[in-house]
Nanobody
Framework: EVQLQASGGGLVQAGGSLRVSCAASGFSINSYAIGWFRQAPGKEREGIACFSSYDGSTDYVQDSVKGRFTVSSNNAKNTVYLQMNSLRPEDTAVYSC??????????????????WGKGTLVTVSS
């Protein structure tokens, strides 16, 4: 059974750092790209980045996170990480991950998700 579970959220002050994890089971992250998303209160879900552990590449789709957020993986643990630095109150959201249909990240990866994981809440206080 394919499952994804995001974890590691919490409360952090502005300027702080947090790392959230996306643990995958039922498939290998070497075979599928993983997309990161977030949904702020009262807003629609938006894509953050797409990561392919096949070649270690990341496509950041949100300009606001470039230079602050970094995606990585531990293939032995079948887990993808989202390291978030210099956090801002506007980063407050439920962060979730999804399995992309392809090994490499396609354009508009957020339209190519076949499995979604439950999210984890990140709250950034000012």
């Amino acid at each position: 059974e394919v499952q994804l579970q995001a974890s590691g959220g919490g409360l952090v002050q502005a300027g702080g750092s947090l790392r959230v994890s996306c643990a995958a089971s039922g498939f290998s992250i070497n075979s599928y790209a993983i997309g990161w998303f977030r949904q702020a209160p009262g807003k629609e879900r938006e894509g953050i980045a797409c990561f392919s552990s096949y070649d270690g590449s990341t496509d950041y789709v949100q300009d606001s996170v470039k230079g602050r957020f970094t995606v990585s993986s531990n293939n032995a643990k079948n887990t993808v990480y989202l390291q978030m630095n210099s956090l801002r109150p506007e980063d407050t959201a439920v962060y979730s991950c999804g399995r992309v249909l392809t090994t490499m990240c396609p354009v508009n990866y957020y339209y190519n998700i076949d499995y979604w994981g439950k999210g984890t809440l990140v709250t950034v206080s000012s």
